[in-house]
């Protein structure tokens, strides 16, 4: 695996290897899990070059976020990545990626505004941004990400559709710890206490899914279920292909998101 920092360098790279070849791309912000390691394994599988992005992106914090407290190993990213076969890590600094006089933003409208956007606003413009340069850097056939970030992945979905990017965007299950718990990079910033409490995300998932499927009411379900976590929102999020059932707790610091598709049987 050859990590490069340039964009250029990253480039001259690919350029020779890429000719009738497929590329699948994983873009991170790193602190490597077992989430990210079923991504690069399912481009390993589908695609001939592996290239992952391993960036911590300011433009997606708003002040006040944790951008300064964002887990960062990337010896042991390095170590995960090339064990799960990846060919090039790519990981820029910020002045790489936003040069002094940086002044273009994408904006996917209206789907930006809502659930995590109501929150975090300017999130998903920081999102979209880099994403769609990694996309205009990397020019990958497959582009891969987890349904634990439904709102990020019907966002870049809809950014390939408008723009044209011509890209499939793969999307696969989230990976969850034995007892449920989505697994995030965020999870180590829990205490012990806190990490108990977090199952109660989940569970209170679990139990509007199960409502959904009786003809009941999924928030309502999943808010009565909660055990005493305070909700940013709960909410049913459709787009044209996925209706999931969506929600984002803050526990003590550290804020989690969680979704079940409530098009699957089981969540
Ligand atoms: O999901 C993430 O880790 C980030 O939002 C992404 C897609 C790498 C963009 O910075």
């Known amino acids: 695996m050859k ?3 340039r964009i250029r360098a990253l480039r001259e790279a690919l350029e020779p290897v890429v000719a ?7 873009p991170t912000m790193g602190a490597y899990h077992a989430g990210h390691s079923s991504l690069f ?9 592996v290239v992952v992005s391993l960036f911590v992106n300011p433009a997606q914090f708003e002040a006040g976020d944790d951008l300064a407290s964002y887990p960062r190993d990337e010896k042991r990213d390095r170590r995960l990545a090339k064990a799960a076969g990846v060919d090039f890590l790519f ?3 910020t002045e790489e990626m936003y040069p002094a006089g940086y002044s273009t933003w994408v904006d996917v409208e209206g789907l930006s505004e809502r659930l995590e956007g109501r929150f975090r606003p300017g999130h998903f413009r920081g999102v979209a ?6 996309f205009n850097i990397v020019r990958p056939t497959r582009v891969y990400f987890g349904q634990k970030d439904a709102q990020q992945t019907a966002i870049v979905k809809r950014l390939a559709q408008d723009l044209d990017l011509g890209i ?3 999307v696969l299950p989230t ?3 034995e007892d449920g718990l989505a697994l995030s990079s965020r999870n180590v910033h829990l205490s012990a206490r806190e990490r108990r409490a977090a199952i109660a995300l989940p569970r209170a998932l679990e139990a509007g899914h199960r409502a ?10 999943a808010r009565a279920t909660l055990n005493g976590l305070a909700p940013d929102y709960v909410e049913v999020f459709g787009t044209d292909e996925r209706l999931v059932l969506a929600a984002a707790v803050r526990i003590g610091r550290t804020r989690l998101i969680d979704n079940v598709p409530l098009d699957e049987e089981t969540p």
């Not at 009738?20 to 791309?25: A, I, P, S």
């Not at 481009?43 to 070059?49: G, H, L, P, Q, T």
């Open 3 to 5: 990590t490069l920092r």
């Open 20 to 26: 009738g070849r497929t590329v699948g791309l994983v």
């Open 91 to 93: 990981a820029p600094s």
């Open 129 to 134: 941004t880099i994403c769609l340069k990694l």
């Open 175 to 177: 990976i969850r710890d």
């Open 168 to 170: 499939e965007i793969r």
């Open 212 to 221: 959904w499927r009786s003809g009941g009411d999924p928030v309502a379900a």
């Open 41 to 49: 394994e399912a481009a390993r599988s589908e695609c001939d070059i």
